[in-house]
């Protein structure tokens, strides 16, 4: 297995050595019995990247961070590592999260999913019709399609859907251009769907700033971020279905 580089998480951990199942690496608790589970979700490289998701610090120190939360954090890499690929990425990180829920250390009605970046748009199948599973979903700087995007579904659908699985969407002050339009647009649909959406904007930094800048408040916002997964995976369910 390749060893890790690439750039590292501003927030520093003890980092948890990942059990390789397949294609995913999982990154267990210290406590004994099936835990609730975290499938962490990469964006886009429109070429393969010299080191890939799995095998990057950030990811690995994000996994290692949940697992010292008491979570079981997984890694795939998907279809996004080559291009534009959004269907296959779709299939494959299906096929992640059902080898991720039959691991004997995961509770399987109990998951959550955390989408970076060009990984937005994965979101939207799950939170269409969310499967009683999927207990928490967290968008980081995401690119959100709008309604005309083709074969994609609309971000009205899966926003309905955040009515029943609680939602965190981190943002940034200093956001990709390209990328605010979709976020405005999103968080104003959600505003007047009158959905729960939960939008935190982390001031003074840019896409990626969870890499890039180490200043206490981007930390605390990792911190919460992640503090904000582990306590939707361990509260009891409070969304009603719809």
């Not at 990792?222 to 904000?228: I, Q, S």
């Given at each position: 297995m390749p060893q890790p580089s690439g750039?590292?998480?501003i927030l520093p951990v003890d980092p948890?050595?990942?059990d390789t199942r397949g294609p995913l690496d999982l990154y267990l608790p210290s406590t004994a019995g099936p835990a609730p589970c975290v499938l962490l979700v990469h964006g886009l490289y429109p070429e393969q990247p010299e080191?890939?998701?799995r095998f990057s610090n950030f990811y690995r120190e994000?996994?290692?961070h949940l697992a010292h939360r008491g979570l079981v954090a997984a890694i795939v890499d998907h279809d996004l590592t080559r291009g534009f690929f959004y269907q296959e990425a779709l299939a494959t990180v299906r096929d992640a999260v059902d080898l991720l829920r039959a691991a004997p250390e995961t509770?399987?009605?109990t998951v959550g999913m955390w989408f970076f970046s060009g990984g937005g748009p994965l979101s939207y199948p799950f939170l269409i019709d969310p499967a009683p599973w999927l207990r928490a979903v967290e968008l980081t700087y995401p690119v959100l399609p709008g309604a005309d995007t083709p074969a994609w579904p609309p971000p009205e659908d899966a926003i309905a859907g955040i009515s029943a699985v609680p939602t965190l969407l981190t943002l940034v002050e200093n956001e990709i251009?390209?990328?605010i339009a979709g976020q405005r647009s999103f968080v104003a649909q959600a505003s007047n769907a009158g959905v729960p959406l939960d939008v935190r904007t982390v001031a003074g930094v840019g896409h990626g700033f969870d890499a890039t800048t180490d200043v206490p408040h981007a930390r605390?916002?990792?911190?919460?971020?992640?503090?904000?997964m582990a306590a939707a995976l361990k509260s009891p369910r409070s969304f009603g279905r719809m």
């Open positions: 750039k590292s998480l948890v050595a990942p080191v890939t998701p994000y996994a290692s509770d399987e009605d251009p390209d990328y605390a916002a990792v911190t919460e971020g992640l503090d904000w």
